[in-house]
């Protein structure tokens, strides 16, 4: 009888501890009261801040559900990567990589900024970096290619050169910012790219004018504003034209 009501009153403490405890947990001491969002777009960071601003002051810390909310917040295509941390009693801490603006997307008279995936993600307006190529895809499957083809080019200087990408029938026409053309197709890889860019920036630094830098065949091939036209790999390449 003895051991029965020591463990009775065992059970009494627990319970009333474990009220308690509940009770305590769910006082306004643990209320979101600071939400801290970090990043880099200050646009995005507002929008964020805005989208979470229903738990300010109404839920518990304690019982926020961090994963439901980052995958609530990552729906945002411009954000790549987000994580969430608690730290208590009442700050929850919001961290967002944003997704890189990779170009425009020139589609009729609309433009859009995507990401390397092809998703549109922002406006022009919000981006800081507007030295960006333009690509003019006509519907998803030149998109998906023209993306195939840019992937290739991983020299940052040749990129940031780029002024505008489109298809032209089943090849591709690069032009850069002075005007030079490249013709390419979706097959060229990445070490015939570099040495393109090698070239190219041998024959500006002699002051030489490029009409167009021809990648489609197994020899580079250029022509020159003058007219001239040379190939640069070997006399076995082919005049495009």
Avoid: W
């Amino acid at each position: 009888m003895l051991k029965f009501l020591k463990f009775l009153v065992f059970l009494v403490i627990m319970a009333i501890l474990i009220k308690g405890l509940f009770v305590f947990f769910s006082k306004d001491f643990f209320k979101v009261v600071n939400v801290r969002v970090e990043g880099e777009n200050e646009l995005i960071k507002s929008d964020i801040t805005e989208k979470i601003l229903y738990i300010k002051n109404k839920e518990n810390l304690i019982y926020l559900n961090t994963k439901k909310l980052e995958k609530y917040l990552g729906e945002d295509v411009r954000i790549k990567n987000i994580e969430i941390k608690k730290v208590y009693p009442s700050e929850l801490v919001v961290k967002i990589e944003e997704s890189k603006p990779y170009s425009y997307l020139r589609q009729g008279n609309n433009f859009y900024v995507i990401n390397d995936v092809g998703e549109i993600f922002a406006y022009i307006d919000e981006i800081s970096n507007k030295n960006l190529p333009i690509i003019d895809a006509a519907n998803k499957d030149d998109l998906e290619d023209i993306l195939q083809v840019l992937s290739n080019i991983k020299n940052e200087n040749f990129f940031s050169n780029i002024s505008e990408i489109k298809k032209v029938k089943s090849d591709y026409e690069i032009l850069l910012n002075d005007g030079t053309l490249i013709k390419t197709s979706i097959v060229v890889n990445h070490t015939k790219y570099e040495n393109c860019f090698k070239l190219y920036q041998s024959l500006i630094s002699e002051n030489k004018k490029v009409e167009y830098i021809d990648l489609r065949f197994k020899d580079i091939n250029l022509k020159e504003k003058d007219l001239s036209q040379t190939n640069l790999e070997g006399k076995d390449g082919r005049d495009p034209k």
